[in-house]
């Protein structure tokens, strides 16, 4: 099988490369390789390399920075994901795109399933949610992830608890924000599956099984690092920040196992990432 990967730079784009590489032949391309934001070459590049399959990791992620810069979000978010689609269409590939928590208000106290209607309270949460529709017109993959973290380059909100406990320092956490953790390569094995088994296209929530505070994950990396978890509690009205961001969004995969792919409990992802990332 054929597979261009767009966005093959990021967290989730390596992991994506990786885990198809050795089966597939892969496709990688960068953002110096193809400017998604130019429609004509998003559409010469990928009818031209005739892919079986395209998967879309390149997102414009700055989310307090997209509240006064509307048309990069749009840009990044949305319209790039619909030459993507009409790109997919002309080829005759199969689309996957990732989506976010972001596009849910974060007013509830369940996790959110597929089947719970969108609220974004931001202008990121807004153009992913663009991006989502145009994705889905093409008749692929949506797939939303949350909190992602993995990868070779340690960038995430947990990469930063992690180097704070390690170094003995205090890690400021979430005590009210309830998330569904994402480990990039579960996530990234999840989609191999959900391809391989030609499951029906449309939405799912891909993150790993079940929600926590951001001070439940720092106490669970504090325990697996052998480390006093020095935590300082912190209430998301406490924090200035431009965008508003959901407090409760965990997500429910149970879509995806129904699918035949079920994901790991986030507490064995944590540990499977800090077993193998040299501290």
């Known amino acids: 099988m054929k597979v261009v990967v767009c966005g093959a730079a990021g967290q989730l784009g390596q992991a994506i490369v ?3 590489s050795p089966a597939h032949d892969v496709l990688a391309l960068t953002r110096a390789d193809l400017d998604l934001g130019r429609h004509e070459d998003v559409m010469r590049v990928v009818v031209r390399a005739k892919p079986d399959l395209l998967v879309n990791c390149a997102a414009y992620n700055l989310v307090d920075q997209a509240e006064d810069d509307v048309s990069a979000a749009l840009e990044g978010n949305a319209f790039a994901v619909r030459s993507l689609a009409r790109a997919a269409a002309a080829s005759g590939a199969v689309l996957v795109h990732y989506s976010t928590d972001f596009v849910f208000d974060g007013e509830t106290d369940r996790p959110y399933t597929e089947q719970d209607p969108p609220r974004p309270k931001s202008v990121y949460g807004q153009s992913k949610l663009l991006g989502e529709w145009f994705a889905l017109d093409a008749d692929g993959y949506v797939l939303r992830v949350e909190s992602l973290f993995g990868g070779p380059k340690p960038r995430s909100s947990v990469d930063r608890i992690i180097e704070a ?11 009210d924000r309830v998330v569904s953790p994402s480990y990039v390569d579960d996530v990234a094995a999840a989609t191999v599956a959900l391809v391989d ?3 029906a296209p449309g939405l799912y ?3 790993n099984t079940g929600h926590a505070t ?3 994950l720092g106490v669970e990396i504090a325990r697996l690092l052998d480390r006093p978890a020095r935590l300082i509690p912190v ?3 406490e ?3 431009r965008a508003s961001r959901p407090t409760y969004c965990a997500l429910s995969n149970e879509k995806l196992a129904r699918a035949g792919v079920a994901m790991p409990a986030w507490q064995d992802a944590l540990r499977r990432y ?5 501290r």
């Open 165 to 175: 406990l390690v170094a003995d320092k205090d890690a400021r956490v979430f005590v």
């Open 205 to 207: 929530h891909c993150v």
């Open 18 to 20: 990786a885990r198809f």
């Open 214 to 216: 951001w001070h439940d």
């Open 197 to 199: 088994r030609r499951a």
């Open 274 to 278: 800090i077993a193998r990332v040299p």
């Open 239 to 241: 924090v200035t920040m």
């Open 235 to 237: 209430r998301v009205a």
